[in-house]
């Protein structure tokens, strides 16, 4: 039979909820060579909004909550293979001049372009959900540090430094989360706009490197067009907005790293609830001074451990029951 029962209302779940969303942000660039291109990122976000859904079935569904981008750079650049047109030489008898053509070779550098880098924060939007149970972890501070990287360090120290969360505490405790069984997290959506934007920026670029006149008309006929010379050099389909997301979603693994960093976040990093053990039932300050052989004696605050706690969910608040003493 549990001896305490601590009751958390859906409200004030939600309360906290909202202010570790407000916390949460992330800066990431990297780049790589694909062959006939370069490409790279340069990503910096945060997360707002959200709704919090408590449920019968004892977990709790977090819905609609928006990944607002501050910066989402790409950036791109081509090595297109050296086009010549002209040259050659036509044999004239003697004393007849040789007649020589003049050669004309357009992409000779490496890379010919580039790199072009369009911010396309403005517009990029995705949302995320996911569905948690309720974990309740023992935190023993007596315990050292595990060796190695710690992902959640550099998070806690920033929450931690600006008073949003508690330190790390000297003392132990029940710390409760809420677990991420499921994560869903839009593709990064390129609307056409987005690709048109990349087409267009790559199609000033390499007409701006071929020279006018009859030498580009004999280039264009020969290549079919600038946006058949993109999708040729890129081997990318008809639709560049695709191509884009699946680059980025899938070659650079953006996808994975934002849910990481939510599984991380949510999971394993900062608590939504800590319960101290021993419990205190009766702070210092609310104990009684008695007089006790002509001496005056201040109480001590009054704590109970707690070997055990289970935690409960339903649709109106979640509910901590705990065993006491030992």
């Keep these: 039979m549990a001896h305490l ?47 919090v859904d408590l449920r019968n079935d004892g977990t709790i569904r977090v819905k609609e909550l928006d990944i607002k981008w501050d910066k989402l750079e790409v950036s791109l650049g081509l090595d297109i293979p050296e086009i010549c047109v002209g040259g050659g030489c036509i044999n004239m008898p003697w004393p007849i001049p040789d007649i020589c053509l003049p050669e004309v070779c357009v992409f000779s550098d490496d890379p010919d372009i580039g790199p072009i880098a369009l911010d396309f924060a403005a517009f990029v939007a995705q949302e995320v959900s996911f569905t948690g149970s309720i974990d309740a972890r023992y935190f023993n501070a007596s315990l050292p540090v595990p060796p190695g990287f710690n992902p959640c360090q550099l998070l806690q120290d920033v929450l931690i430094d600006n008073s949003i969360i508690e330190p790390v505490p000297d003392h132990n405790q029940w710390q409760i989360f809420i677990n991420p069984q499921t994560v869903d997290i839009d593709l990064f959506d390129f609307p056409d706009i987005v690709g048109d934007l990349i087409e267009d920026a790559l199609t000033a670029a390499i007409t701006a490197i071929i020279p006018g006149g009859w030498v580009r008309d004999l280039i264009l006929a020969i290549i079919g067009g600038i946006a058949d010379l993109i999708r040729f050099v890129l081997d990318i389909p008809d639709e560049i907005d695709e ?18 960093l939510v599984l991380d976040f949510f999971g394993n990093c900062v608590p939504i609830a800590r319960i101290d053990d021993p419990f205190e039932i009766m702070p210092a300050e609310d104990s009684t001074s008695v007089l006790l052989s002509g001496a005056t004696v201040t109480l001590v605050p009054v704590a109970i451990p707690i070997p055990s706690l289970t935690i409960n969910v339903n649709d109106v608040e979640m509910v901590a029951t705990a065993d006491v003493g030992g």
């Design 243 to 260: 191509w884009l997301s699946d680059l980025f979603n899938i070659s650079f693994g953006l996808l994975d790293f934002l849910t990481t």
């Design 5 to 51: 029962t601590v009751a958390v209302s859906e409200g004030a779940i939600k309360k906290a909820f909202e202010v570790l969303v407000a916390n949460i942000a992330w800066e990431k660039q990297d780049s790589g060579d694909f062959g006939p291109f370069t490409a790279g990122y340069h990503i910096k976000g945060h997360l707002e909004g959200g709704d």
